[in-house]
């Protein structure tokens, strides 16, 4: 059974919902690259997830050819504006699903031009899995983050050249995205970084050769980072480790800040899962808009 089998009929039984607004969400999910709800999201949140209307959007799915692939992308911006600063959204380990599509609509709705590019494509589709401990090693352990920050490069370029502003650019990415959310503020001429709960250490491997902690010395955009303090896979030491690798590091290390939020879990803003807690996730989202805004993506 894949993983968008498990989320369709999760879907279709939750408790209070009708089998034609089932089919409406089904059809949200197929919108957002075809790309279901991951198992790990079971029971699925259906009454509290967060479903942002296209309204005065421009919206949907998008390509753009790095080396010969065409990379699918899921964008979404205010209607008819041209200039628009931009923010790359970086997917969960599940891909860019509907959480991550909705993601790039509430950043529309404020002001951006926000693209979500599928950096999984050449390995394969996370929908296609049916756990996650195969999911981790039969696909997201062979995405080079070479290969990450090259995608990343060119759906900053397509932006420039599809209504953004490519010098008024920022990144933001959650989970697995959080951790590229500091590899490509220490890459790439962005302006401002927010990683929501990234991991920041690791052993180095050919294809993850550096990690956060890591590429603190040479950070060229301040990030501010969103952690909870009960993630039991991102533990309070490595985050110290990291506050005390920043306070050492580049200036714009030394302006990046990390936030932690008492009781809150991993994956506390996905309000899709039961580990989101709304307090946290809303105090984040303003912190984010804040930061960019502050930093001169807005």
Known sequence: MSLQ???????????????????????????????????????????TAISTPTA??????????VDGFQVPAYRAAPAGKTGLPVVLVVQEIFGVHEYIADICRRLAHAGYLAVAPELYARQGRPADFSNIAALMSELVSKVPDAQVMADLDAALAWAGQNGGDAARAGVTG?????????????????????????????????????????????????????????????????????????????????AS????????????HADYRPSYRQAAAEDGWRRMLAWLRDHGVA
């Open 174 to 254: 959650f989970c697995w995205g959080g951790r590229i959310t500091w590899l490509y503020a220490a890459h790439a001429p962005v302006k401002a970084g927010v990683a929501w709960y990234g991991r920041l250490e690791g052993a180095a491997a050919p294809l993850t050769p550096k990690h956060p902690r890591e590429l603190a010395p040479i950070l060229r955009a301040p990030v501010l980072g969103l952690y909870g303090e009960a993630d039991t896979g991102i533990p309070q030491e490595s985050v110290e480790r990291m506050r005390a690798a920043l306070e050492a590091g580049s200036p714009a290390a030394k």
């Open 5 to 47: 089998t498990i989320h369709t009929e999760i879907d279709a039984h939750a408790p209070g919902r009708s089998t034609e607004a089932g089919a409406r969400r089904r059809t949200v999910l197929q919108s957002a690259l075809g790309l279901g709800y991951a198992a790990a999201a079971a029971p699925l949140m259906a009454q």
């Open 56 to 65: 005065g959007l421009t919206a949907g799915e998008v390509h753009y050819t």
């Open 257 to 268: 800040r990390i936030v932690t939020y008492p009781d809150a879990p991993h994956a506390f």
